[in-house]
């Protein structure tokens, strides 16, 4: 935990001893933090700007303000346009296709869920300084941390086969070899993370996010008319008719399963405590996720409107891969669209690819207790180091074998991304609910609220595609009858809970989850005020109290522990079927 300033200590002592019970004595058998790296504390030296430990001073002025966001610019901006990589083209391009620009309301929609899940864990990295599979370890259990890795681990695995066959698709666009593409890229990625330098590395990532902006003169080239984008965004519609739901809403599924992915939660809060963001810098931290929000959005949107303007009236065959969308775009805009989209195609396979391995190699880290920073180099962190390139030779071999089921893994991707998904954002609630963890930082009502729709929202898309993958298709009644059952059960809950604190503020008292958490935030701002709050860290983790789980949690996770286990078997049956021909 940082000294609090002498200014300060009076009131930071209170805020400290008034938010968690359990400072004095490390609880019975607790895991001790023997993970945090050292190499996490100190200057923040981003890729556009440094602020030192030791600068205390407000943030007044414009000037200063701003160099202080160009110093914190990097956790979020990487990790949205991160995520529009291999996947997200294939998906945005497919959608624009099949639909032209009558699915882009879906980017305006997915906004608010990314922003709240992507805001939880921010706050979760600066005020805790431990990562995300260290803090599902110790607050619920070796299994669902050691769960929680080692679906991160087969995930991101598959994910970054598809970021590097998106490399091979762009670089045979290009003219390219295969072979030395992938390989040339597979070193491009390792060496930019294996330097030592975490300023240097950021650098090298930010530069790959601006390379997404040349998905803006894709746009202009392509020219879709400006009304039928404006209609797009502002009026939903499923497109086809009844007869074509079950289509249509895989591929909405698809586009929430790229922009809103397991392996981001991970990475910006390892990432974010890598940089060595504090609470102090939290409202920066925001405006850097907004930033990438934007871009995000615009990339989307561009790529998806391009493809429209592109395939309009059914000009080519069904849609393929990516290569076919660059193919695409080269008969209609001419030979530089086909060209440029190769190129971001490029360039977002590398960032994603950046990305992916770095969560990975950190979640393992933290488990393991490794070193594992970017700050250090090569012989200071081995393992991190170790666990990073290997990631990235599987996943280059796999793609150069012959004869290798590429898009039998890519569906394999998407489905099990869908499956994991609401697993690892109930565990994120779960945390930001979490008095001993955050203390005055806890979710605030609002948010919890808004956080459960999306999760039961997420539950809901992940058994629609599970089931459409694991019996080949599903039907429109099908889908109409999990959703109706999902928001029934939806309905149930919140009326439980609402007689369960009804009767708790009867009795004067709110037991509830909310109410704690309210009751808990409004003690932590009294005893802290707004400036101390700033300095609240968590303790270490052996000395936070074990979590209390009622009845209704343990019943909660063991029903998603039998659900995850049932998709996720039946998953591995479909696709071994499917690979062997059946």
Known sequence: ????????????????????????????????????????????????????????????????????????????????????????????????????????????????????????????????????????????GRFWGAFSVIDLFILNALTLVTEFIGITLAASYLGLPKIVAVVLAGLVIVLAASTGSFRRFERIAVAFCLGSLL???????????????????????????????????????????????PWQLFFQQSYIIDKRITPRFMRYEKVDLWIGIVVVVIGGAALMGATAAAFAGGRHAPFTDAGGLAAGLAGYAGHAAGAVFAVALLDASMLGAFAVSLSTAYAVGDMLGLKHSLHRGVRQAKGFYAMYAALIAVAATIVLIPGSPLGLLTEGVQVLAG??????????????????????????????????????ILVMLSVILTISVLFGRISPGQIVAIMGSCAAAAVLTGVALGVRSWFGRRSGRDDSAPGRVAAARRGSARAAGGTAKEHWRMPQ??????????????????????????????????????????
């Open 1 to 140: 935990m940082p000294p609090i300033p002498p200014s300060l200590a009076v009131k930071g002592a209170s805020a400290l001893t008034s938010t968690t019970s359990s400072l004095v004595t490390p609880r019975r058998g607790a895991v001790i933090d023997s993970a945090a790296d050292s190499a996490h504390g100190g200057d923040i030296r981003g890729a556009l700007g440094t602020i030192s430990v030791d600068d205390t001073a407000p943030r007044s002025g414009l000037s200063r303000r701003l160099k202080t966001l160009l110093a914190i610019v990097g956790p979020g901006l990487i990790v949205m346009v991160g995520d529009n990589d291999a996947g997200a083209f294939s998906t945005y391009g497919q959608a624009g296709q099949a639909y032209g620009t009558r699915l882009l309301w879906t980017f305006l929609l997915l906004i608010p869920v990314i922003y709240v899940n992507q805001e939880m864990v921010l706050r979760l990295g600066a005020v805790t300084g431990t990562g995300f599979a260290k803090l599902i370890l110790e607050r619920f």
């Open 215 to 261: 998905l803006i003169p894709l746009y202009v080239l392509a020219h879709p008319p400006a009304a039928q984008m404006a209609r797009g965004f502002a009026i939903p519609s499923i497109p086809g008719g009844s007869g074509s739901l079950a289509t249509v809403m895989l591929l909405i599924i698809g586009i929430v399963g790229t922009t809103v992915a």
């Open 419 to 456: 499956v994991l998904l609401p697993s690892a954002t109930v565990f994120l609630l779960l945390l930001c609910n979490d008095r001993e963890v955050l203390g005055p930082w806890v979710n605030r009502r609002g948010t919890n609220v808004f956080a459960s729709i999306v999760v039961g």
């Open 541 to 582: 983790l052996a000395m936070l109290a074990p979590v209390q789980m009622s009845a209704a949690r343990r019943i909660g996770m063991s029903a998603m522990w039998v659900y995850l286990g049932v998709a996720i078997v039946l998953v591995i049956v479909r696709v071994v079927e499917i690979a062997i021909g059946h």
